[in-house]
């Protein structure tokens, strides 16, 4: 059983650019959770895909945008990058959106300058 | 809305000696997880022990225990004969059991570390 897997490890972008982050969901797992993780912090509830619909979002600006495919990977796309964009990105998987078990990925360092 | 409090910053114990973490929640739901998560310097945030709210009895995973107090809204961690793998950021996380998105909530964390 593959665990869940993340895009690219680490990535560095400029103010103002557009990034896109992926996620791999754990075999048998149709939910996506996404978490921002600032530096000295625990991580922040960005939104939720369950079978390719949004299902649920945190207090986070429109320019935070997410898509879930037919397999169930998903993609976290960020545009108009602000300095405080810079955190770990981390994605969870769950069996479905009804389980209270969620398995995190190794996430992805974003740095913006 | 739910929030999670860690009031410990930073914790450290000798190997083989116990420690325990502290956390508090505020929610007005009475249907509820409570969970611990350690995440090493690897980043990948892996799930110590979970508690269901419902559950008078607290949960064990080995070498790792909580003490849950409902009424107070205390969540702690025990870590027994810690070792040097424990060495981690520990963070306590509630989730809701009611309605249709299940999102955990966090703490801001606790750094522990294992001395030899």
């Known amino acids: ?113 | 809305a739910q929030t999670v409090t860690q009031s410990q910053p930073e914790m450290s114990v000798q190997e083989a000696e116990t420690v325990t973490l502290s956390c508090t929640y505020d929610t007005s739901e009475n249907n509820y997880y409570l969970f611990w998560y350690k995440q090493p310097p690897s980043r990948q945030m892996i799930l110590v022990i979970r508690q269901e709210a419902y559950k008078q009895q607290n949960a064990t995973e080995n070498r790792f225990s909580v003490n849950f107090q409902k009424a107070a809204k205390s969540f702690s961690l025990k870590i027994s004969d810690s070792q040097l793998g424990d060495t981690a950021m520990y963070f306590c996380a509630f989730m809701n059991g009611g309605g249709s998105n299940y999102k955990l909530t966090f703490g801001k964390g606790t750094l522990l570390t294992v001395n030899p």
């Open chain 1, 1 to 113: 059983e593959t665990g869940v897997t993340q895009s690219p490890t680490h990535l560095i972008k400029t103010r103002g650019q557009q990034v896109t982050l992926r996620c791999s969901s754990q075999s048998g797992h149709n939910t996506v959770s996404w978490y921002q993780q600032a530096l000295g912090q625990g991580p922040q509830f960005i939104f939720q895909y369950y079978r390719e619909e949004e299902n649920g979002r945190g207090n986070f600006p429109p320019r935070f945008s997410g898509l879930q495919f037919p397999n169930y990977s998903s993609e976290l796309n960020v545009n108009a990058l602000e300095l405080d964009d810079s955190a770990l990105y981390l994605c969870a998987s769950s069996r479905d959106r009804a389980s209270n078990e969620q398995y995190f990925g190794p996430g992805t360092r974003l740095t913006v300058t």
